[in-house]
């Protein structure tokens, strides 16, 4: 069993976040030997800045079968969250109450219902139900819902978690597991070697029989180095914070969750700038008056903490799951919903890797689709 | 095309705090011509130190001392400088637009924007954390806070009062009291007695400083007519919904208990450095004196274009320096936008620069003396850290071993930051027990990266921002 | 627990006000702040914590501890060491996180998914 002092490992995963770490966790459940490769305390660090979303209700355009990965992602979430409480005893805060997309004109309306029908009408797109909410239906809820909030688009499979307690019951899992979590060890270079590969980090050499990439933005440097072509970028998202308040919101919204410990967090933004993390006040106060004519009380609240933060985006928007054919047992894992696919990243796409093979479920995923151009659709 | 939102005012300069740095960098450059506009949140100018100077209740200047009315010589020359000055007003984000900065201020809940070509940031200093068993309970306060009682309404304590900790203010702000009339019961000093020698190399420097006569008197003051306790190693504030006694041992293997209404806590001051930390300047871990402060060139300027930083909040100094450090500023600042010539600004310059050298002379000695102990710095078990989510010392541990590698990893783990005073309790004490678990000297392990905004603002206020066309597409919809 | 010193304040035309704090009337000057006035009263107290419910006082009196918290005439999470008193202002303890609004919002316990 490796330790922080051996320098060799079975499976090294490169990246400490969401999705490294889920893969990690999930790996060491397969009883395989994991070493994780983390930066320090100043990175990019996606995963802190997370909304928190376990969210099924949008995805798939273009790729159903990325909507059935986040349908199964979203029912593994339930066993996912009781194996964390069990074994760390901290808990991610999963709530799946199903989740609401505000509509706040007739124009909205529209053009909701217009995406959804022609979402669920893709050829193998998986069943689920959904429906459209009107404003009757969402005053009976939330009687607090704003004047101009015309209806919702609702799931029952949409809910939302903790990122920031899901890493942490993630990091103390490893310690349970024997995962040996490498800070402060920025990857430089991944280097095959004949058996295996060997990962030049911190100014060391360490050894690895496998090695799974999930850098984040970083992975579109490391991936050509075993082959594979990753081709992330930035699009920054920006949240605000308000203080915490009594319980009043059960349904995560795309736009506006309440958390466990009662702050609440407005989102959604897509922003191209680069890798610049800073917050735009022209998108801040687009952000706030989205919220307050949700709902009009939380004018009142105040705004305690607000940050940018960069997505990691593929061209089309959808997951990169990579095998190297050059390099076999080079694996490269990537997502913008770090937390909607942690249940599959750790109970479905780890076991895949501790097999050494991904199934042909993952095949749409493989980055071969930029190559080839198939089902192509610049997101 | 990017369009930007209306801006309401343009300043030549932007002077966030209105203590003697920040009255002074404001007045010099009102008089050399510039448009000058100062943001502070008190009601009048003075800061912490110059508190109420303009208003005050008390008439006879004995009680808090020369020092304190050498403030009102600031305040004159200030408002005779008809800078701008907004009271009540909170800077709540500043970014960089093109070559000037943009501020946006709350005040009476409606957010301006404001900008300028340079910022000085003149926002002080706070007190240490003083994270000590029970320190929460409703009684315990901060030295600076009752001082701030004194200054702005004459009020003295009443009731059982006890002093507890270490440095200059301690002995101050007692013989202030007594001055006034009101009660201290005791007074505990923490200040370890290693120390003292170690501070006699500064000596000769305090000796020929301006604290001499004043530091020692005031020794004198206090020590006649109250009880000092002095090598106290550790004390608690004990009570269930408020302080009722205080606990405490010595070096000497002794304890003792004294029972309280008021328990006044003090380990020193530390700067200010929400803002700066925000905007993305550099800092720097001072060993000498345990805190965070920025780097700055020779003219007080920081990591960031256009942003000076004077006062307390640039290094602790105390009041005189932070008056000839905003002059300092200013002259740099009035340089660039035109107003004076290198030659003139360096001959000015260097007879500030004196005077800062003397405001400095003298310090390191009690500096050296009054450097709060470890053990009054860095807690354990239930003690709390973070007042505001509640995380303890132990918890601060329990996540080192963990492999937390760093504050902000921290803060994402424990919430330990993440409440409404973002930090200002328990930064320091959280980074420092990091530091000692992990082995990582604090100049390498970093602090918080604290966000926008520095203080909380309605939602409403954000909603009221002007719309931009780039803010209107980036936002999700349908 | 503080008092104006009769030794040091010269009695001046400092306009008397008072305020009500939960059922009390509390006598304060003009010019002080909420904070000032609550801890001259007695312990301070003005708020119990969202986390444990423990109580809390104000600590710093500039606004940087945030312990201040206390609702003002209605407005819940005001900075009381920030606000000027005056006549006739309903101060309450800030008990735990705010509630959202009072009217118009339904309340919702944290319930368990099944």
Known sequence: ??????????????????????????????????????????????????????????????????AEWTLRSATLWREFAAGLIDSTGVDPQLSQPGGLHILLSDDEWARRKAFLEKLHAQPGFPKYSWRLLDRVDLKSMYPGIGPEVVGASFTQYDGHANPLRLLRALHTAFAQQGVVYRP????????????????????????????????????????PMVGLNVPVRPQRGEIIVLERMKPFLR?????LRQTGEGTVMIAEAKVEAGFDRSTDMGVLGALARRAVKTFPALAEARAVRMWGALRILSPDGFPIYAQSERHPGAFAATCHSGVTLAGAHALD???????????????????????????YVPH | MKTEPHIETHYDALVVGAGPAGMSAASALAENGLRVGVIDEQIAPGGQIYRAVGASPLPSRAILGDDYWHGET?????????????????????DRVGESWRMAVSAAGESRLLSAAHVVLATGAQERPVPVPGWTLPGVMTVGATQVLLKTTGAVPQGATVLAGCGPLLWLYAAQVLRAGGRIDA???????????????????????????????????????????????????????????????????THGRLPVDTLLIHQGVVPNVNLSNALGCEHEWNDAQCCWQPKLDAWLHSSQPGVFIAGDGSGIGGARAAEAQGELAALQIAHLAGASDAAARDATASAVRARIARALRGRAFFETMYRPADAMRIPGGDTLVCRCEEVTAQQIVDAAQLGCSGPNQLKAFLRCGMGPCQGRMCGLTACELLARESGTPMRELGYYTLRFPTKPLTLAEIAALPATEEGEKAIVTA | MFRISTKAVVPRERRTLSFVFENTTVRAFEGQTVAQALVAANSGRCRTTPVSGSARAPYCLMGV??????????????????????????????????????????????????
Not at chain 1, 363 to 371: A, E, G, N, Y
Request: aromatic residues 8%; glycine residues 8%; proline residues 4%.
């Open chain 2, 74 to 94: 600031l305040l004159q020359r200030f408002i005779a400088s008809k800078a701008g000055y907004l009271a009540q007003t909170t800077v709540w984000q500043i």
């Open chain 1, 1 to 66: 069993m490796s330790t922080p002092q051996t320098a060799h490992t079975r499976f090294a995963v490169i990246g400490g976040g969401l999705v490294g770490s889920a893969i990690a966790y999930g790996l060491a459940r397969q009883n395989e030997e994991v070493a994780v490769f983390d930066e320090g305390d100043l990175a990019f660090r996606a995963s802190r800045a997370n909304f928190g979303l376990v969210w099924v209700q949008s995805k798939g355009l273009g790729m159903p079968e990325y």
């Open chain 3, 65 to 114: 501890c945030f312990d201040c918290l206390v609702e003002i005439d209605g407005k819940q999470n005001q900075q009381s060491c920030l606000v000027p008193v005056r006549e006739g202002m309903q101060v309450k303890v800030q008990r735990g996180e705010r509630l959202l609004s009072p009217d118009g919002v339904s309340e919702w316990e944290n319930v368990s998914e099944d």
């Open chain 1, 251 to 255: 349904h995560p919204i795309l736009t």
């Open chain 1, 349 to 375: 796409l780890a076991p895949q890797l501790a097999a050494a093979e991904l199934d042909a479920r993952m095949r749409p995923f493989s980055p071969q689709r930029f190559v080839e151009g198939v089902n």
């Open chain 1, 184 to 223: 402060h060890h920025a990857v430089d270079r991944i280097e095959p070697l004949a058996q295996g590969f060997a990962i030049h980090a911190a100014g060391k050499r360490y050894t690895c029989e496998r090695v799974v990439i999930a850098a984040g933005l970083a992975n579109a440097r490391l991936a």
């Open chain 2, 187 to 253: 007074l505990l000093d923490t200040t370890p007695r290693t120390q003292r020698r170690a501070a006699m190399k500064h000596l000769f420097d305090f000796l020929r400083s301006d604290y001499l006569v004043k530091g020692v008197s005031l020794l004198m003051e206090v020590k006649r007519r109250i009880k000092v306790i002095s090598g106290v190693t550790s004390f608690r504030a004990t009570g269930i919904d408020a302080a009722d006694a205080v606990e405490y041992t010595r070096d000497d293997g």
